[in-house]
């Protein structure tokens, strides 16, 4: 089966995506995570480069990524604690902001941003013409870390 035009990503609010759905406007992927800059080899300095972002994509309504807003807090070496709480606290304003926010399940297209040296997005990762190839055809999302594969029901693997 190979990757669909919009990847379903389920709504589940006691897990890893409690804070998607749809608005006025189309559709969101919202989440607060850390991501090192792509290629880094942090070796013992990984805490001052590990970064906590506030994320928001917006989509219209058939899933096309309109823009992302991506905002860092800090650093785990300058406290990931305060980091993680300021980066939900902007988030949160961030997602009251959206007319019509409802928590539910989405299906947007694949898409990738980079913020600092980091990749954000959904991003096509294995793509194989043979439609019977299941394990060659999957879609991650960065930096969270959540895949998604065959059957394309939006659940997903950590």
């Given at each position: 089966m190979?990757?669909p035009?919009?990847i379903p990503?389920?709504?589940?609010?006691?897990?890893?995506?409690p804070?998607i759905?749809r608005w006025d406007?189309?559709?969101?992927?919202a989440?607060?995570?850390?991501?090192?800059?792509?290629?880094l080899?942090?070796?013992?300095?990984?805490?001052?480069?590990?970064?906590?972002?506030?994320?928001?994509?917006r989509?219209?309504?058939a899933?096309?990524?309109?823009?992302s807003?991506?905002?860092?807090?800090?650093t785990?070496?300058?406290?990931?604690?305060?980091a993680v709480?300021?980066?939900?606290?902007?988030l949160?304003?961030?997602?009251?902001a959206?007319p019509?926010?409802?928590y539910?399940?989405?299906?947007?297209a694949?898409?990738a941003?980079r913020c600092e040296g980091?990749?954000f997005?959904?991003?096509?990762?294995?793509?194989?013409?043979?439609e019977?190839?299941?394990?060659?055809?999957?879609?991650?999302?960065?930096?969270?870390g959540?895949?998604?594969?065959?059957?394309w029901?939006?659940?997903?693997?950590?």
């Amino acid at each position: 089966m190979s990757v669909p035009e919009v990847i379903p990503v389920a709504y589940e609010p006691d897990y890893r995506t409690p804070t998607i759905g749809r608005w006025d406007g189309g559709q969101f992927l919202a989440s607060v995570t850390a991501a090192f800059p792509e290629g880094l080899r942090t070796g013992d300095d990984g805490k001052r480069h590990k970064r906590w972002y506030a994320v928001l994509h917006r989509f219209d309504a058939a899933g096309r990524h309109l823009e992302s807003r991506i905002e860092s807090t800090g650093t785990t070496a300058d406290g990931e604690r305060r980091a993680v709480e300021a980066a939900r606290e902007l988030l949160g304003t961030w997602l009251d902001a959206l007319p019509g926010r409802r928590y539910e399940s989405v299906a947007v297209a694949p898409f990738a941003v980079r913020c600092e040296g980091a990749l954000f997005g959904l991003v096509v990762e294995g793509h194989s013409e043979d439609e019977d190839d299941e394990e060659g055809n999957w879609v991650e999302l960065y930096p969270d870390g959540l895949g998604f594969s065959a059957p394309w029901d939006g659940t997903y693997d950590t």
